[in-house]
């Protein structure tokens, strides 16, 4: 018997799960795992470094834990952010998430489009990149909402926000300007169609909305095949379970609404520990150490304005490895030396030697960070008390 193809699905909470509907149509014959990254939600307060430093090591765990062929990043922020890390540190194929705007500009009636997104997917370069490539003469407008993946992520949770709220966060994307209103709306943010229908009751007049779900679910079967056994792949119910990487437990609202989308719980206590210290997906009787990892460069033309901005990149590597001191040493008779010295705990079955921390992807993400700054090599030496 063929072994079923596994598909990971990871977004920052549940928004992804309007992508994993789409998905799961696509390939009713896989099996699933939906990671919500609940302690870390969300995603739109945490900058690019932090978030590169703690989704690449989380990823990395969940691929050694559930060996999958294929992960969905369902999150805009994730995909514009953290997406490019991932495909360079791993083999196994992603399925990124981008705002829909070239379907959007291409069927725009009067050419007045918008883009709603949460504040970090609409301030991004790519975003704008975007219109620059597929406005096909349209004018867009982007439109950042601080509010609404929260309020979608209630809805679920069984506490729907009023009304009124929503149509705040709706109201700026209704254009009325030299005759032409806007005619359709970019769902920049998987949460976003969880609130579909309250969306199209609460609009100020109709307007097309753009689901970037059903496009997703496309690439996929592209990239995996088509369903196994496709005459029976409509009554086929796929195999699917949910993480939360709080640990938390649903609420029993939570608990009806994911089993509406086929999603099952784990049975007993299954705990996926990812902290803003990062993740640590460890038995909790792992036997933690204290280690000092040495980062040495050499600088001929240093400033302090280049280090300040170093030390300013490194702040979220630094705690993504639950640090707990951080120090730059000048060498006394050479000044273009230095040392970024970080002591940190760590669990010992993690890292067993210099090898492994260099190839640890907190370490490779802190690397790539430092590229951007400097030239040249980087030596890594790790230590730990005598004993």
């Given amino acids: 018997m063929a072994v079923a193809t596994t598909i990971l699905i990871f977004d920052s909470g549940l928004g992804g799960l309007t992508v994993f509907r789409e998905v799961a149509k696509a390939r009713p014959d896989a099996r699933y795992v939906y990671v919500a990254d609940d302690a870390f939600f969300p995603y739109n307060d945490r900058g690019e470094a932090e978030l590169v430093a703690r989704v690449v090591p989380l990823l990395g765990e969940l691929i050694e834990a559930h060996r999958p062929d294929l992960i969905v990043i369902a999150c805009n922020t994730a995909s514009t952010l953290v997406l490019p890390h991932l495909r360079g540190r791993f083999s196994v194929p992603f399925v990124g998430t981008v705002p829909a705007i070239k379907p959007a500009c291409a069927q725009s009636i009067t050419k007045r489009v918008t ?3 949460t504040q970090a997917t609409v301030s991004r370069e ?4 975007l219109i620059r490539d597929f406005a096909n003469g349209s004018d867009v407008a982007l439109v950042g909402s601080a509010r609404l993946a929260a309020l979608a992520e209630a809805e679920l949770k069984g506490e729907p926000a009023a009304d009124e709220h929503i149509a705040e966060e709706l109201a700026p994307c209704f254009v009325d300007e030299g005759g032409r209103r806007t005619d359709t709306i970019v769902l920049a943010c998987t949460h976003y169609p969880l609130l579909l229908d309250r969306l199209e009751r609460l609009a100020p007049w109709p307007v097309t909305f753009i689901d970037p779900a059903p496009a997703i679910a496309r690439r996929v079967r592209d990239l995996s095949g088509p369903a196994a056994g496709t005459e029976a792949a409509t009554d086929h119910v796929p195999s699917a379970r949910i993480l939360f990487t709080s640990g938390r437990p649903p609420s029993a609202a939570l608990g009806t609404a994911l089993a509406r989308f086929g999603l099952a719980l784990p049975r007993g206590e299954v705990r996926l520990e990812a902290s803003a210290r990062g993740a640590k997906a460890m038995a909790n009787e792992t036997q933690t150490v204290r280690r000092t990892v040495q980062f040495k460069f050499t600088l001929p033309n240093a400033d ?10 490194a702040a979220p590597f630094y705690e993504a490895f639950g640090g707990r001191r951080a120090r730059l040493l000048q060498n006394v008779d050479d000044p273009a030396r230095f040392v970024h010295e970080i002591e940190y705990d760590t669990h010992e079955v993690i ?9 640890d992807p907190r370490v490779q993400a802190y690397l790539q960070t430092w590229r951007t700054f400097f030239p040249g090599s980087v ?6 008390e005598a004993k």
């Fill in 379 to 384: 030596e890594i030496d790790v230590y730990q």
């Fill in 115 to 117: 883009v709603l997104g």
């Fill in 126 to 129: 790519y975003t704008r990149a």
């Fill in 351 to 359: 890292e067993l030697n210099r090898q492994r921390v260099a190839s």
């Fill in 304 to 313: 302090s304005s280049h280090l300040a901005s170093l030390l300013k990149s």
